[in-house]
């Protein structure tokens, strides 16, 4: 017997359990790598020139103000966790312009970005996460804005339903925030549905599939 699920995120499965019971599980490959890197970019870019908010004023009727913006060229960008979109996007924290969260969510990784790791952190430096939500600890991340010690905040993933950013915080000025749409794309879509068929055709043969 086997479970199979048409995503990456298989923590909502008690993997224990299905395995001490003789159930294989399967998950889709990580085709949402390129979609999300790209994303995280757009993040980047969006805050440093301040697009979103005068494409906000305009659509208001309002003549938006000549906000200065912060050039790109020179920073440096520090990359937590290395595996696959921070490969992708290719000490640490007193160094960096900006901060990429991207370890796996895991125990031990929860709140990983705490007041003593943002005290860290270059000030003005910017904070952006495409990874997990519970990556941050959102107390303190508030905190680091409130003192200005944290530059700027750019997320796809939070605290809330479907790791979507958590409201309160999204809400904030100076905050970019999107609605956990990283791997939102019609490519993605149609690549992990790609992924499962080929590995369920695996696994009729009574071979397991490769966790990609």
């Known amino acids: 017997m086997a479970v199979f699920r048409c995503a990456v995120d298989i923590s909502d499965i008690d993997v224990d359990a299905a395995s001490a019971n003789g159930v ?4 889709a490959a990580k085709s949402f790598v390129p979609s999300t890197a790209e994303l995280a970019l757009g993040l980047y870019l969006d805050p440093s020139r301040s697009i979103a908010e005068s494409t906000v004023d ?4 309002v003549e938006p103000p000549q906000r200065p913006g912060r050039q790109l060229r020179g920073q440096t960008a520090g990359i937590v966790g290395y595996g696959a979109i ?3 996007l290719a000490d640490l924290l007193a160094a960096s312009d900006v901060v990429f969260p991207l370890a796996h969510s895991t125990p031990a990784t929860e709140n990983l970005i705490d007041a003593t790791v943002l005290a860290k952190m270059k000030p003005g430096a910017s904070l952006l996460n495409v990874s997990r939500g519970e990556l941050l600890d959102e107390h303190a991340v508030a905190a680091a804005l409130d003192s200005r010690h944290l530059g700027g905040l750019a997320m796809d993933v939070g605290r809330a339903a479907d790791q979507r950013p958590s409201p309160d915080l999204a809400a904030r000025a100076g905050v970019v925030a999107t ?3 990283g791997g939102l794309t019609p490519e993605n879509a149609f690549a992990q549905a790609a992924s499962s068929v080929e590995q369920i055709e695996v696994m009729l043969v009574g071979e397991a599939p490769t966790d990609r």
């Not at 305009?58 to 009727?61: C, S």
Request: glycine share 22%; no cysteine.
């Open 24 to 27: 294989l599980v399967g998950r």
């Open 58 to 61: 305009y659509h208001k009727g």
């Open 86 to 88: 921070g490969t992708y």
């Open 179 to 181: 609605p956990h749409l």
